[in-house]
């Protein structure tokens, strides 16, 4: 079974600019979560789409988007960049919602943004 | 408000020797913890979990401890081997979202 696959693996953008992220999950997998990771920072939550329907949102601003698709996709979007952005973005993908059954998360290799 | 925490960024290990990766948590309505190990290029690889409801779980050479009176977790791995040199996540689930430390910065020394 294919793991999680996010697209691109890297992208530089300078500030201002808008970009969006892709994911795809394990397939049979609803449940998509977004993190930022950045140094010293671990792994900050940004939102969960389960059944196409954002199930939960953590604490960033409302330049950070997302949204699922009928198979189950992800996009996330940031738009306004600013340099601070500059993260590497992980995708996770679970059959149920998060935490839900205390189902496991499976993460793709992250996509690393750079912000000049 | 880090509600999990690992507070120490690195830890060095002889071969051979037992790695002690420890994490503690402020929450508790957590009821499900996990363990992930990540590479440097590569998104956190699942290693292994523990319900609320017990206090140790095993698998291979990785034990997971759980001390719910102390919010302590911890991650046994014996004996430890040079590829398993990575960081090391705690994570914790409230039943609603999953909640990681910062990391712990594992080398093994050949």
């Known amino acids: 079974k294919a793991g999680v696959t996010q697209t691109p693996r890297y992208l530089i953008k300078t500030r201002g600019q808008q970009v969006t992220l892709s994911c795809s999950p394990i397939?049979?997998?609803?449940?998509v979560s977004w993190y930022q990771q950045t140094p010293g920072q671990g792994l900050q939550f940004l939102f969960e789409y389960f059944s196409e329907t954002q199930r939960n949102k953590g604490n960033f601003p409302g330049r950070f988007s997302g949204r699922q698709f009928s198979n189950s996709r992800s996009e996330m979007n940031v738009s306004t960049l600013e340099l601070g952005d500059s993260a590497l973005y992980l995708c996770?993908?679970?059959?149920?919602?998060?935490?839900?059954?205390?189902?496991?998360?499976?993460f793709g290799p992250g996509t690393r943004l750079l912000v000049l | 408000d880090q509600q999990v925490k690992q507070n120490s960024p690195s830890l060095s290990v002889q071969e051979g020797r037992i790695s002690i990766l420890n994490c503690d948590y402020t929450?508790?309505?957590?009821?499900?913890f996990l363990w992930y190990k990540k590479y440097p290029a590569e998104g956190p690889t699942f290693l292994i979990s523990i319900s609320s409801i017990k206090d140790k779980n095993e698998d291979g050479r990785f034990t997971v401890f759980l001390n719910k009176s102390a919010k302590h977790l911890s991650l046994h791995i014996v004996p430890s081997q040079p590829g398993d040199s990575a960081v090391y996540f705690c994570?914790?689930?409230?039943?609603?979202?999953?909640?990681f430390g910062t990391g712990t910065s594992l080398t093994v020394i050949p």
């Open positions: 994570a914790a689930s409230d039943g609603n979202q999953f909640y």
């Open positions: 929450n508790s309505m957590f009821d499900y």
């Open positions: 996770a993908s679970s059959l149920v919602a998060s935490g839900e059954y205390q189902e496991t998360q499976y």
């Open positions: 397939s049979g997998h609803r449940s």
